[in-house]
């Protein structure tokens, strides 16, 4: 019996695939021409476009299966006409992404990276020393609330944080919710985990209402605020600490970097998209999709399948006087699924 053939688009470790594929599966991890002629299924990832182009060249496909949530790179529609399902493995690093999350924001917070180069500079002793701020006591504004950020809330409630949530879709159970004018007027923290899908979501009159040294995380989309907005909150002091896992364009080049208004900053954090690609996550997201190549082949449905278009898009701010303002904590000086709120890009699930 020819095995069947399932190609790799971007890199896929056949040693965490394969098992799961079975011996009936002749994976091809640098396929050919030839191997796309034939190829039954394929497993995608981040970084790759599926256009129709591609999917000309694959005539026997039956199935795509994305590792992540993110389909916004491939041709759902082209995929459709043809019957083929787009696979998707929701929550598969959710906790990954929530720790990359939490930890760059504690991170910041507590203005650890300050602090190192303090020490590293040889200014201990000769200058003051960064003080750090406090989780205990700060607010942090969790907008997104799917399975990422709900996962955000249980650590940040667990260092004592006051939690509020916004989320067009979705109510926490267990925090304040919130409008999105209010979350940011009331936080010492922001961190984002919706979609992208609806422009910028961070504006700069919604910053404008904030509490001076605000701290703000981006583990979703780049596109959900802008980098420019973020250099001049950064600039005037309305923002006291950046931190960012996604970017306008990936990767960023060297070039690149040098010219970056972020770049430079005491209190800014990057990383280069990977809060979701922990060793326990990859080895789960790659599972996830190949078992969902297993059950298309075998005539099975497979466990979830990306939905025709985005599940949502948020809505604009709605503008209202908070109900309250409290005292806030001391502040440094600037120098889990719910498929509505899941980030739609990049290898985050």
Not at 188 to 204: F, K, Q, R, S, W
Not at 218 to 223: F, G, K, L, Y
Not at 238 to 256: K, Q, S, Y
Not at 298 to 304: C, D, Q, V
Request: hydrophobic residues 45%; glycine residues 10%.
């Amino acid at each position: 019996m020819t095995p069947r053939v399932v190609v790799g688009l971007g890199p896929v470790d056949p040693e965490l695939v394969v098992p799961v594929l079975g011996p009936s599966v002749r994976f091809v991890p640098d396929p050919t021409p030839e191997d796309f002629a034939i190829a039954e299924g394929a497993i995608v990832r981040a970084a790759v476009d599926v256009d129709r182009t591609l999917l000309d060249r694959m005539p026997a496909l039956r199935v795509l299966a994305r590792t992540g949530v993110g389909v916004d790179r491939i041709d759902l529609g082209a995929a459709a006409e043809r019957g083929i399902p787009v696979t998707i493995t929701p929550g598969s690093n959710a906790r990954a992404v929530a720790e990359g999350a939490f930890t760059m924001l504690a991170s910041l917070i507590k203005r650890m990276g300050e602090s190192h180069a303090h020490v590293v500079g040889g200014r201990w002793g000769i200058a003051a020393a960064p003080t750090p701020g406090d989780l205990f006591g700060a607010t942090l504004a969790v907008i997104g609330y799917g399975r990422i950020g709900r996962i955000v809330a249980g650590f940040a409630a667990a260092f004592g944080m006051e939690v509020l949530v916004h989320d067009p879709f979705v109510q926490a159970e267990t925090h304040e919710n919130v409008s999105l004018d209010d979350a940011v007027r009331r936080a010492d923290a922001i961190t984002l985990h919706l979609p992208g899908d609806g422009g910028e979501l961070v504006t700069p009159d919604l910053l404008a209402a904030a509490r001076p040294g605000l701290v703000l995380v981006n583990c979703a989309r780049a596109s959900l605020v802008r980098t420019e907005t973020l250099a001049r909150a950064l600039a005037d002091g309305t923002l006291g600490g950046v931190g960012l896992d996604v970017f306008d364009t990936e990767p960023v080049t060297a070039a690149a970097i040098d010219t970056h208004p972020l770049v430079g900053h005491p209190g800014v954090m990057f990383s280069p998209h990977t809060t979701g690609l922990s060793e326990r996550a990859l080895v789960e997201t790659m599972r996830l999709a190949a078992e969902s190549v297993r059950a298309v082949l075998h005539g099975r449905a497979p466990a979830a399948v990306a939905p025709a278009a985005p599940p949502h898009r948020h809505t604009p701010p709605h503008r209202h006087t908070p109900p309250h303002r409290h005292t806030p904590p001391h502040r440094h000086t600037p120098p889990p699924q719910t498929p509505a709120s899941e980030p739609q890009t990049g290898e985050h699930t």
